[in-house]
Each structure stands twice: as structure tokens, then as C-alpha cells.
């Protein structure tokens, strides 16, 4: 058998949310008005909607548009067609590409923490757990580990794409459009394998090959985003020779 | 608050065209418009950014496969998120079925007052809750107190009447409340 207070509680959560009919409000207002039951439940009803609505936004990772943009290619796409009014000229590869910088460099240092990890997961130290016969500890204990300098990576990225915006919008005319582009899409080909790598490492995460693919692809993206931001430099500076030296680099790679 | 952020229907149905037409630029601006709000829905949907990164992926190639069923009766942003909330049901049903995922029944709530949460802490507390909700009221609750979505919106994007979007929402809230007071 349904309650008075249970009859009013739809219509207490419409009054939450602004929505509730006039003729309605004044029977429900004259209820709460000598119920404190259901004016606890309004409140914290208000207080759930406005908190829902302060929840952290997250931001979709730069890489995911490049999976994206590599299926829809699989799919037909071309990308000879129009405009891209969502991201006017370069600018947003190249913040992509620099904040990508940041990440790799704090990425190489985290791969190669993980990588030593990995690989001698037998020597103890103070700040390990000692291992047990099934290993399981270890296991949890690097996961932990891993887990928690992904954390303090994230939160350097997330400071550091605020600089990196400047120096985006700075630069984002100093490379010709056609060397520009073939740095593009050696950069996509690296995401994708980037992917893949992720891909595996997410259905297998202890698999020593698919984390090493992973890093090798992350040290070749390092690498060529050096050289690339190496090169805007050059060219800027107009220096022919250092751009030329930078350019049979990049073809050899 | 709604989901589309291409202003105007005209500009749409450009956008669509051009997609149509098979434009990388397109999708990209298609990208650019909507990739927050859906990854954001996913995320919350999905619980971890993982899952929820190949769940906007996914969503993005079929709406390039089903551009043509787009009628333009839904707003795109409508059209796109109900493509996602529906392979994230699906997803979730797939994984329920693999795992002892424990959805807790929705009867029976009490009406208890609880401590507002006001701090990071019990935020996330709030975050770990909605985790714990049913999977379709989890979707109402994120759709439409989250995501700011109204009814009409949600129950559009769901698939079902404002009635359902409205009993679904406040069975959710009473449920969070619930799990926000133990």
C-alpha cells in the first residue's frame, strides 16, 4: 500500500528539477509544508542534481580522433574533401602535437620506469613488496605502481597543455604545408601503432611484448616530434643547412 | 541544455552532406562538435575511459555507416548519442553476461536524509555511485543530471517516453540518495 509521503515522491523530484506543473506545485508545497520527512527528500534531491551537474568534465584523448579518422578510412573516407572549420588550419595538430611532446617525454620516463620494473621484477626493494610463491603480489603491487605514476603523468599534462597552447598558436605557420603534411602522416602512423599496442596491452596486460611495442612505438613518436619541433625551429630561424640536415633525418628514419 | 552543438538545422543537414559525401573534414568537424559530450556520456555510462574511448570510436564509424538512415527528424547531436548510450547498453548487457556484474533492485527505498555531498571526496563518492546504478537509469541520471539533457531529450535519446525518462531519473536519484547515506 503506497504511503502519502511515497504518493508525493515524483512529483518532489519534478519540483527538484523546476519541471513540476502549477497545479500541481501548491498540493506538494502544502504537503512539505508540515512534512520534514519529504522536505529532507527534496533537498537532498536538489543537492544530488547540483552536484551531478559540478561533476569534473573529461576531455577525450588526443590520440582517440586519429583511431577514429583511421577506421572511417577503412570505411571510404577520404581525406581529400572539404574544409575543416572545427579546426582551423594547423592549429590543433600542432597543440596536439606539442602537448604530444610532453606526454612522450614524461611517457619515456614512465616506460622506462615500468620497463625496469618489468624486467627484474625479482630484486626487491624497499618500496616493493616482498614476493609470494604465485607472483601475485608483485603483479598487484606493479599495477599499483604503474597506476599511480599514469596519475601524476596526467596531472603534468594537464599543466602543461596550458603553456603549450602558446606556443601552438606561435608556431603554427613555421612549417611548409607539404613537409608539414608528411610529418602528419608519419605521426598517424605511429598513433595507430600506438593504438594496436594499447589494444593488446588492455586484453593481455602483462604481456612483456606487447608492452615493449608499445614503448618502442611511444620512443619512435618521441623521437619524431623532437625532430619536427627541431625543425620548426630551424625553419623559422631560416637556417637552410640545419633544416636541410633535420629533413635527410627524417627521410632516413 | 541540449545535445547539439551544430547551430541550426540548415547547418546540419550541411554537416551531413558533406559526411555523406564521404569528407574526412567533415567527420572531423562532426568530431570537434560532439566528441566532449559524448566521450563524457561514455566515460560516466561505461565507468572507465578505456572502454568508454572505443565506445565513442565505435559510435563515430556507425554513424558514418548509418548516415543514411539520418532523416533529420532527431537534432545530429540526439541522433549521435543515441547511437552511443545504445552499443553502451549493449556493451553492458555483453559484459553483464560475461561477469556477476550486481545490480541492486530499485524497490524498497527508504526516505532518509543524507549528508550533502559538498566536498572532493564525497563527489567522488557521488562518481562511485552513479557506477553502481542500474544500467538504464544510469543513463537517465547521466543524460539528463549531468549531461544537463532534458526529458524530451533523454527520452529521444533512449528510445523511450518522457513518462519512462522521468520514473527512470527519479528511481535513480532515490537510489544514489540511498547509496550516498550508508
Redesign the interface.
Known amino acids: 500500500m503506497t504511503t502519502p509521503?511515497e504518493a508525493f515522491?515524483?512529483s518532489i523530484?519534478?519540483l527538484a528539477d523546476g519541471?513540476l506543473a502549477p497545479a500541481e506545485r501548491g498540493r506538494v508545497e502544502a504537503h512539505l509544508d508540515h512534512c520534514a520527512?519529504?522536505r529532507?527528500?527534496l533537498?537532498?534531491?536538489e543537492?544530488?542534481?547540483r552536484?551531478?551537474?559540478?561533476?569534473?568534465?573529461?576531455?577525450?584523448?588526443a590520440a582517440?580522433?586519429t583511431?577514429?579518422?583511421e577506421?572511417?578510412?577503412t570505411?571510404?573516407?577520404?581525406?581529400?574533401?572539404?574544409?575543416?572549420?572545427?579546426?582551423p588550419g594547423n592549429t590543433k595538430w600542432w597543440l596536439a602535437a606539442a602537448a604530444a611532446v610532453v606526454v612522450l617525454i614524461i611517457g619515456g620516463v614512465l616506460a622506462s620506469q615500468i620497463t625496469r620494473r618489468g624486467v627484474t621484477p625479482e630484486t626487491p626493494s624497499s618500496s616493493t613488496p616482498p614476493a609470494n610463491a604465485s607472483g601475485n603480489a608483485d603483479a598487484t603491487g606493479l599495477v599499483e605502481s604503474v597506476e599511480a605514476d599514469l596519475e601524476a603523468a596526467e596531472k603534468h599534462y594537464e599543466r602543461a597543455i596550458a603553456g603549450l597552447e602558446k606556443i601552438a598558436s606561435a608556431d603554427e605557420r613555421s612549417l611548409d604545408p607539404q613537409v608539414a603534411a608528411t610529418l602528419k602522416k608519419n605521426l598517424e602512423i605511429i598513433d595507430s601503432a600506438i593504438a594496436e599496442s594499447?589494444t593488446a596491452l588492455?586484453s593481455e596486460p602483462q604481456s612483456a611484448p606487447a608492452r615493449e611495442s608499445l614503448f618502442e612505438a611511444l620512443r619512435r613518436k618521441m623521437s619524431l616530434l623532437q625532430d619536427t619541433i627541431a625543425l620548426m625551429n630551424e625553419m623559422r630561424k631560416g637556417n637552410q643547412a640545419g633544416t636541410a640536415q633535420i629533413l635527410e633525418g627524417l627521410q632516413k628514419s | 541544455m541540449g545535445p547539439s552543438k551544430v547551430q541550426g538545422r540548415e547547418a546540419e543537414a550541411a554537416l551531413v552532406e558533406?559526411c555523406r559525401?564521404?569528407?574526412?573534414?567533415?567527420?572531423?568537424?562532426l568530431?570537434?562538435?560532439y566528441?566532449?559530450r559524448l566521450?563524457?556520456v561514455a566515460?560516466r555510462l561505461l565507468g572507465n575511459?578505456?572502454d568508454?574511448?572505443d565506445l565513442?570510436?565505435e559510435a563515430?564509424?556507425q554513424a558514418?555507416?548509418k548516415l543514411d538512415t539520418f532523416r533529420g527528424n532527431a537534432a545530429l547531436g540526439t541522433w549521435l548519442h543515441r547511437l552511443l548510450v545504445n552499443l553502451g547498453l549493449d556493451y553492458l548487457r555483453s559484459r553483464a553476461g560475461r561477469t556477476a556484474h550486481a545490480t541492486a533492485g530499485m524497490e524498497d527505498v527508504n526516505?532518509?536524509?543524507?549528508t550533502?555531498?559538498?566536498t572532493v571526496a564525497?563527489?567522488i563518492d557521488?562518481?562511485h555511485a552513479?557506477a553502481r546504478l542500474p544500467d538504464g537509469s544510469r543513463a537517465a541520471?547521466v543524460l539528463h543530471?549531468?549531461e544537463?539533457l532534458d526529458?524530451k531529450e533523454v527520452a529521444a535519446v533512449l528510445g523511450v517516453s518522457e513518462g519512462t525518462s522521468?520514473?527512470q531519473?527519479?528511481k535513480a536519484?532515490?537510489k544514489?540518495?540511498e547509496m550516498?547515506r550508508q
Open positions: 509521503c515522491s515524483a523530484g519534478e519541471t520527512s519529504c529532507a527528500l533537498a537532498d534531491l543537492a544530488i542534481h552536484e551531478a551537474r559540478q561533476l569534473p568534465r573529461a576531455e577525450p584523448p582517440l580522433w583511431r577514429i579518422a577506421g572511417l578510412r570505411q571510404g573516407v577520404s581525406d581529400g574533401g572539404g574544409a575543416n572549420p572545427a579546426h594499447r588492455r | 558533406r559525401r564521404g569528407e574526412m573534414g567533415a567527420f572531423e568537424e568530431y570537434g562538435a566528441a566532449g566521450y563524457n566515460c575511459p578505456a568508454a574511448e565513442v570510436q563515430f564509424l558514418h555507416r526516505v532518509v536524509p543524507f550533502r555531498p559538498e564525497e563527489r557521488l562518481e552513479i541520471f543530471d549531468v544537463g526529458h522521468k520514473s531519473l527519479h536519484r532515490l544514489l540518495r550516498l
